[in-house]
C-alpha cells in the first residue's frame, strides 16, 4: 500500500474532507482529562492523541438505552422500532477498540443474529490511529498491537511531526481520493512500551481460570468492591442488557425497551420472587473475569477482554482486572509446582 504523509497542522483539512463523504464521529476532550467520541461538527475539535475514551464507539451500535417495540393494549398491536444504519466514517479508533467491535459482531451474529445492533454497524467506516500505552493499557497481552491496522479502512501512524496516513481497504482508497497528499518518505513511529502486562496468554490462561473457581482473589477483592457497576458500563466488550416494559397512564399504550446492564450490579442476577444467584460480589467479580477469559474464550481462543484499560482506569475501588489475573497465574503456578 502507497503511504502518504499528513501533517499535523492538516489534521482538521482531512477530517473536513471526510466530512463531505459522510457524517464523522471523532473523539472530543470533556473536561481536563476526559475524552468521548461525537459527531464531528467542527473538524478543530477533534483530538486524536489521546489515551482512551470513557465509552468506546460501542455505544453507537448498542445504544445506552434504546426502545425495541410499541404496543397498543386496545388492539393487541404492537409496532417494531426501525434502526437506522449508522452508516459513518468513526475516525481515530484504537486497535483495540476496533477489535472490540468485531468481538460483539460475534457476540450479536452467532445463534440468533440480532437485528438492531447488525443494522446499525452497516455502513461504518474506520479511520485508525496509533497511541502510546500508558499506565492501564494492556492490548499487547491479548495479542492486540497499538499498530495494528487489521480491520480498518485508513490508518494514521504517528510520527513527531505528523502521521503516515495509508488506506488499508478500497474503501479507504476512496475516503483517501480527492485530498492531496505527499508521499511519506522518512521517519518511524517512536514505539512505546506497554506498562501493563498478562502473565500468560489466552491459550494458557483457559486452564489457569479453570482452576481458580476458589482461589481467595475473589473473597480479597470483595472487601474492597462497592458493586457500583462501572467496570462493565465502560466495558468496550460487555453487551449485557435489560429488556423492561412500561405502560402509559390510560393502560393502553405502552413500549419496550432495554438498557444496558451489567453483572456486577445487584439486580443483574436477580429474579422472579427475588433471589439473586450472584448476592455476593466475590461471585460477580469471578462472573467478570471468567466472562472475559474463560466462557467466550473457551470456545473462540479469544480473550473477551481487549486490554483497553478502561475498567481499571474508571474503577471506583482502584481495582486492577490485570492485577487479579496475574494473581490467579501466581497462584496457579504455585500449586502446580507444589503439586510435582
Ligand atoms: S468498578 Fe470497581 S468497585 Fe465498581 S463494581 Fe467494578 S470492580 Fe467493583
Ligand atoms: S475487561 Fe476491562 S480492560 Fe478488558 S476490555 Fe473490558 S474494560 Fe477493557
Redesign the pocket.
Known amino acids: 500500500m502507497v503511504q502518504f504523509f499528513l501533517e499535523r497542522d492538516r489534521i482538521a483539512d482531512f477530517v473536513s474532507h471526510l466530512m463531505n463523504r459522510k457524517p464523522v464521529y471523532a473523539p472530543h476532550a470533556k473536561g481536563q482529562k476526559s475524552f468521548a467520541f461525537e459527531k464531528v461538527d467542527n473538524a478543530a475539535d477533534v483530538v486524536l492523541d489521546y489515551p482512551r475514551t470513557m465509552q468506546s464507539v460501542k455505544k453507537f451500535f448498542l445504544p445506552p438505552r434504546e426502545q425495541l417495540l410499541s404496543f397498543n393494549l386496545t388492539d393487541n398491536s404492537f409496532q417494531d422500532a426501525d434502526p437506522q444504519p449508522v452508516d459513518a466514517i468513526f475516525f481515530g479508533v484504537h486497535s483495540y477498540d476496533l477489535a472490540a467491535v468485531h468481538r460483539l459482531d460475534y457476540n450479536f451474529s452467532e445463534g440468533n443474529p440480532e437485528r438492531n445492533y447488525l443494522t446499525r454497524r452497516q455502513g461504518a467506516l474506520f479511520v485508525g490511529v496509533s497511541y502510546s500505552p500508558d499506565k492501564y493499557h494492556f492490548s499487547g497481552s491479548v495479542g492486540i498491537d497499538p499498530f495494528d491496522t487489521a480491520g480498518f479502512d485508513v490508518f494514521l501512524t504517528k510520527l513527531l511531526d505528523g502521521y503516515v496516513l495509508e488506506a488499508i481497504t478500497t474503501e479507504g482508497e476512496g475516503l483517501l481520493s480527492g485530498f492531496d497528499l505527499p508521499p511519506h518518505e522518512a521517519g518511524k513511529p517512536a514505539r512505546g512500551h506497554f506498562q501493563q502486562h498478562i502473565y500468560l496468554p489466552q491459550a494458557k490462561l483457559s486452564t489457569v481460570m479453570e482452576h481458580s473457581y476458589k482461589n481467595e482473589v475473589w473473597d480479597e477483592?470483595k472487601e474492597?468492591?462497592?458493586?457500583?457497576?462501572?467496570?462493565?458500563l465502560v466495558c468496550p466488550t460487555c453487551y449485557c442488557f435489560n429488556v423492561e416494559d412500561s405502560v402509559d397512564i390510560t393502560v393502553t399504550e405502552g413500549s419496550r425497551s432495554r438498557h444496558w446492564d451489567g453483572c456486577?450490579l445487584r439486580g443483574f442476577s436477580e429474579v422472579a420472587g427475588g433471589e439473586v444467584f450472584r448476592e455476593s460480589?466475590a461471585a460477580r467479580?469471578r462472573h467478570r473475569i471468567f466472562r472475559k477469559f474463560k466462557y467466550i474464550s473457551e470456545s473462540t481462543g479469544e480473550a473477551w477482554c481487549i486490554g483497553c484499560g478502561r475498567?481499571t482506569a474508571?474503577?471506583?475501588?482502584d481495582?486492577s482486572i490485570v492485577n487479579i489475573v496475574n494473581r490467579l497465574v501466581a497462584d496457579f503456578e504455585k500449586a502446580t509446582v507444589s503439586n510435582l
Open positions: 477483592t474492597k468492591c462497592v458493586g457500583c457497576g462501572t467496570c462493565n456486577m460480589l467479580q475498567c474508571y474503577c471506583t475501588a481495582i
